[in-house]
Nanobody, 120 residues
Framework: QVQLVESGGGLVQAGGSLRLSCAAS????????MGWYRQAPGKQRELVAV???????NYAGSVKGRFTISRDNAKNTVHLQMNSLKPEETAVYYC??????????????WGQGTQVTVSS
């Protein structure tokens, strides 16, 4: 089994910054893509950012230039640095990882979600 534990959410004023972290543990041989989605009340879950195991990144257009995703392969962690936050980015943020197990299978795992609230 694999567990993803997120941290770093909270309340911040508009224009402020937060850094989210997500640590994967368990039966992990390697991790392919790691990333973050978010879901605001009444809206569909949307991709925020993704990083490959080689370090290639991709961002939603709305966050480019303000958010930075990074990972530490040795620690199986992924981070999301969020700057210049906007009230409309209030949402639950979920991390995910595409994990290659020690048996060679590939499965996607999700964190429990962390609340980010941006006040105006």
């Amino acid at each position: 089994q694999v567990q993803l534990v997120e941290s770093g959410g909270g309340l911040v004023q508009a224009g402020g910054s937060l850094r989210l972290s997500c640590a994967a543990s368990g039966s992990i041989f390697s991790i392919n893509n790691m990333g973050w989605y978010r879901q605001a009340p009444g809206k569909q879950r949307e991709l925020v950012a993704v990083v490959s195991n080689g370090g290639s990144t991709n961002y939603a257009g709305s966050v480019k230039g303000r958010f930075t995703i990074s990972r530490d392969n040795a620690k199986n962690t992924v981070h999301l640095q969020m700057n210049s936050l906007k009230p409309e980015e209030t949402a639950v943020y979920y991390c995910y990882s595409n994990v290659v197990s020690t048996l060679g299978t590939v499965n996607q795992y999700w964190g429990q979600g962390t609340q980010v609230t941006v006040s105006s």
